[in-house]
Structures are given as structure tokens and as C-alpha cells.
């Protein structure tokens, strides 16, 4: 077998054991998923799991990333949308607090991973996610839209709001109900950083 057959193979086996891990914590949740159940039905053994992700946690962990790296996508494309930076900035940190709508995400994302892996904003996709959002609010100050504060303070403290957001209407009994006022109230804070002295 040719290293290039062997690199292929190793990223099948990920691709399945995500596949099936992905299906397994949406449905049953981490906690009832159970590893046996989750590599046979990927065609897997525990061997090939401990392989590529050394346990149960890891594969949340990795599983975690890619609903996160989509999650990204999706609140670039809102952002992508806007009319202006500003409305871009605002309907990227709202779409990502929408995204606790969609069962998988708000159940693995936002109520199974933060039991699991604890505080998310420590998670590593946080940390690429507040460097850029350091970096989008620096160049909206630099054009004049936003008050001269800290980017790397007011960053961590929108990030939060988003995240807190997000973790509210997933826990919520009716989150439908609850998105629309986190929504409100995260728009009122965040609008608080543009300058009206121009």
C-alpha cells in the first residue's frame, strides 16, 4: 500500500467515524451514544476510534470542529449578504446566534459540548473566532464607523454576548420564542460601539 493509499484510508476511517458519531450524538445525545453502536455503525472497530480520536471525547471534540467550521460558513454567507460592514458584522454574530434553531447544533454544539468539554469560549475554535472578530471590529474603527475602544475588549465582550445568546435559546423550553429577544437585546448592546459624534 502506497502512502498516498494509506493517507486516504486514514481519512475514510475519520470521514466514517464522524459520519456515524455526528448521526448518533444528534439523535441520541453524548452521554446515550454509545461507542459500540457508533463504530459498528460505521463499519469500524473501538480500535480505529482510539486511533484517530483517543476516545469518546475527542471524537465530540472533532465533531464539535466541524459543525463549528459550518457554522462559520453560514454566518460568513449572512454577513456576505449585507448591505454595509457594519449590517455584515451585526448579521454574522445574529446568524450564529440563529444557528442554536438547528436541533444538531443546538444539541451537540450547545448543550452536549459545554456539559462535556466545559466552558466553550476556552474551546480552540473560539480562540480563531475572536481573533477575527478582534480583526473586523479594528477595521471598523479604523473607518470611522466604531467608537476608538479596545478591539481585542470589545471583541471578547460581543463574542461572549453571542455565545451566552446562543446558549440561552438552545436551553430555552420554547427557543423559538426566546431567539427573537436575544436577537433584540444582542442588536441594542452591539450597537452601543458605533460613534454618534458623525
Known sequence: MTVGQRARMMEETRAKLLRAARAAFAEKGYAAASMDELTAAAGLTRGALYHNFGDKKGLLRAVIAQLDAEMVAKARAARDRA?????????????????????????????????????????????????????????????????????????????????????????????????????????CLASGLLRTDG
Open 83 to 187: 448591505a454595509t460592514p457594519w449590517l455584515g458584522f451585526l448579521e454574522e454574530c445574529v446568524a450564529y446566534i440563529e444557528l442554536a434553531l438547528e436541533p444538531e447544533i443546538q444539541r451537540i454544539m450547545l448543550l452536549d459540548g459545554p456539559a462535556v468539554l466545559g466552558d466553550p469560549s476556552q474551546w480552540p475554535e473560539q480562540t480563531a473566532c475572536l481573533r477575527t472578530t478582534t480583526e473586523t471590529i479594528q477595521t471598523l474603527i479604523e473607518s470611522g464607523l466604531l467608537r476608538p475602544v479596545d478591539a481585542e475588549a470589545a471583541a471578547r465582550l460581543i463574542n461572549g454576548a453571542a455565545l451566552d445568546a446562543a446558549l440561552w435559546v438552545a436551553a430555552a423550553d420554547e427557543p423559538r420564542a426566546v431567539l427573537p429577544r436575544a436577537v433584540d437585546a444582542f442588536r
